[in-house]
């Protein structure tokens, strides 16, 4: 399932009231995460993230004695867990992460914590969720075979990669329209994961390595940068795109003279213009854009104003968007 109908339907399942948890299953690097906490935020409720690697048995709670050293006590980290009595939100959503590299004994906690909605005794807020991340055990990421008793009391959905879905997210998280358009342009790059090499090409890649370093490290390190990102193949064909990107006209330049600016032909620059003009775009620019946009190829125009939506909402109330809905019939 791509990453907006999951998100989608981990919302419907909130709003039902469906108490089940849920695993969302894939391999690294493709946000699964990201969108559950996205969920969380878009619904305005609380969000706890459990780490499961990092913890042991023990840190599910702590058997003390108690005040009268009668009997013991489990004392569960209530920073940790959003159980009743603490002063955390009444609804909200409970991260289990990376629940694959668990080993046995944190899964059967979980398994209990999973079903029976507590641990040693402390019950969840009945007002939270639960849901679960983890890699398979193919991607070779450390993921162990979680057991069956486990895997059963679990919805689990398969988490795979969307190009349109991390478009989306990508303008909106500020990915570098470089990177963007190159996705784009090469959609089998977006996720070009394969267990056996050392490095992948992954949406995470792309967005926290690749992106970031644009500008930023020297011209004779870029290769060897991106490499150590997203892998020598993926690396070297985003050089040879970046290059075309480097060589285009200024998009300042293009929307000085939109009417009359080059329109190209080849298809990997026309993604290059594409993103440049409409990573500049603002409502005061609009009709500027539009109308350099509207030269391009269909797609490329529905694309770019897309984009340039994307990066600055308030497009929407511009006369020239206005005007260009009309001449598309969709308003």
């Known amino acids: ?13 909130i709003k039902g009231g469906v108490r089940r948890a849920c695993l969302l ?3 690294p690097g493709v946000g699964k995460t990201q969108v559950v906490g996205q969920v969380a935020k878009r619904l305005g409720m609380g969000f706890m993230a459990v780490h499961a690697p990092l913890m ?7 058997p003390l004695p108690n005040a009268q050293r009668t009997a013991i006590e489990f004392v569960v980290p209530a920073h940790k867990f959003p159980m009743e009595g603490t002063d955390c939100p009444d609804e909200g959503i409970l991260l289990l992460d990376e629940v694959s590299q668990a080993n046995n004994a944190e899964q059967k906690i979980l398994a209990n914590l999973i079903q029976e909605r507590e641990i040693h005794g ?3 807020k009945p007002g939270w969720t639960i ?7 193919a991607d070779r990421a450390g993921a162990n075979r979680l057991l069956s008793h486990f895997r059963n009391r679990l ?9 349109n879905d991390w478009t989306v997210w990508a303008l909106d998280a500020g990915v570098k329209p470089e990177v963007v358009q190159f996705c784009r342009f090469k959609p089998n790059m977006l996720h070009d994961f394969d267990a056996q090499r050392e490095i992948n090409a992954t949406p995470r890649a792309w967005a926290e390595g690749v992106s970031p370093a644009l500008g930023t490290v020297p011209d004779d390190a870029e290769f060897e940068t991106f490499k ?3 892998g020598e193949g993926a690396a070297a064909e985003f050089r040879g795109f970046l290059q075309i990107y480097r060589r285009l006209p200024s998009p300042d330049a293009v929307l000085l003279d939109p009417k009359n ?3 190209p032909k080849e298809p990997a620059i026309l993604y290059a213009i594409t993103g440049a003009v409409a990573h500049r775009a603002n409502r005061s620019n609009a009709d500027r854009v539009i109308a350099y946009l509207e030269r391009l190829p269909g797609e490329f125009t529905v694309m770019g104003v897309r984009d340039a939506i994307q990066r600055d909402r308030a497009i929407t109330t511009s006369p020239a968007y206005t005007r260009w809905c009309a001449r598309q019939d969709i308003i």
């Open 228 to 230: 150590g990102d997203v």
């Open 56 to 62: 042991q048995p023990e840190d599910y709670g702590m």
């Open 131 to 137: 849901v679960a991340t983890g890699n398979r055990m």
């Open 1 to 13: 399932m791509k990453p907006s109908l999951i998100s989608a339907t981990i919302e419907a399942r």
């Open 261 to 263: 600016a080059e329109v």
């Open 25 to 27: 299953e894939g391999p």
């Open 155 to 163: 919805t689990t959905y398969q988490f795979e990669p969307d190009l």
């Open 122 to 124: 402390k019950q969840l």
